[in-house]
């Protein structure tokens, strides 16, 4: 008995040391012939980008592999075509997936729907900003619910529906658009009482929002 408790206990210690040790993001090495979810997610993510305007099929073709050259070639990295570690690397950084593209929408509505277009948009851009600065998480949903980072995730607004122009703006936003001038901040001069975030150095004006480095 005693056995095999030790057993047990020696398979729980290393799966848990196998768990510790997995990376956070595992994609599969995609390309050409490949098929799956994974491809789905790249197509996604590269026509969000405009650089493939196919239909999304899952399947890993010559059309696919064109638009991964041509990120790569975007981004400086080597354009072989296959989508390995360091192109989803820099695919999580300039590029957001289905449910990424549906948080950022969420957050725009929830933040700025009252705002000018590229009042909304700039919002996005903050996001996008966020994500590339080294500074905050690396990935959408780490700089959305960052506590403290959004009010309206404080108070709930970010469930609200977003509507199409939420998705729209987050979409110019994911394209590179940034009216905010590589902004990592925005407050409303209005209500903004922190002395911290008035020190910041100030990019643009849009609407009811400061933006700010």
Known sequence: ??????????CVLVAGAMAAGAPAHAEAVLKY????????????????????DQEMTGYFGSHTRQAVVKFQ???????????GPATWKALRRHSLNKSEMDI?????????????YKGQVAVGAVVMNRIRSGQFPDTIRGVVFQPGAFTAVDDGQYWLTPNA???????????????TYGALYYFNPKTATSKWIWSRQQTVTIGNHIFAR
């Open 1 to 10: 008995m005693k056995r095999l408790r030790m057993l047990i206990f020696l």
């Open 33 to 52: 012939g490949s098929s799956g979810d994974y491809v789905w997610d790249l197509q996604y993510r590269l026509k969000t980008l405009s650089l493939f």
């Open 73 to 83: 070639r975007k981004y400086g990295l080597q354009a072989d075509g296959v989508v």
């Open 104 to 116: 950022m929408a969420r957050i725009i509505y929830g933040e700025a729907r009252g705002e000018p």
């Open 165 to 179: 122009t939420a998705y729209k703006a987050a979409l110019d936003a994911v394209r590179g658009w940034d009216p």
